[in-house]
């Protein structure tokens, strides 16, 4: 069992930047999870923003956020980062980090076994 703790979030300019950092804890070393990263802006359904292997080395973006978003983890720090760079007023949410047993990519909700709090991301025009 993992527990997960994003930080990070804040209110940012169109045009900013911010990395977002999910944390965990528990008796399984994150470094034997997929991660991914979804948000959920108000009266919208959970969507997928990113994912990354157990071993780091395959990652997948949903549209919206390639070419600015970037994932990535630091396995003796038990922790995935999101670098999102020139954020726009649409990338408003609350961001989420989830950890997935089978390590792999996976961009559904139903994928993942265990989910963090979430972070505020609010970026003004």
């Known amino acids: 069992q993992v527990q997960l703790v994003e930080s990070g979030g804040g209110l940012v300019q169109a045009g900013g930047s911010l990395r977002l950092a999910c944390a965990a804890s528990g008796r399984t070393p994150l470094s034997r999870y997929g991660v991914g990263w979804f948000r959920q802006a108000p009266g919208k359904e959970r969507e997928f923003v990113a994912v990354?292997?157990?071993?780091?080395?395959?990652?997948l973006y949903a549209d919206s956020v390639k070419g600015r978003g970037t994932i990535s983890r630091d396995n003796a720090k038990n922790t995935v980062y999101l670098q999102m760079n020139s954020l726009k007023p649409e990338d408003t949410a609350v961001y989420y980090c989830a950890a997935d047993r089978q390590g792999v990519i996976s961009t559904v909700t139903y994928g993942y076994d265990y989910w963090g709090q979430g972070t505020q991301v609010t970026v003004s025009s």
């Open positions: 990354i292997t157990w071993n780091g080395r395959s990652t």
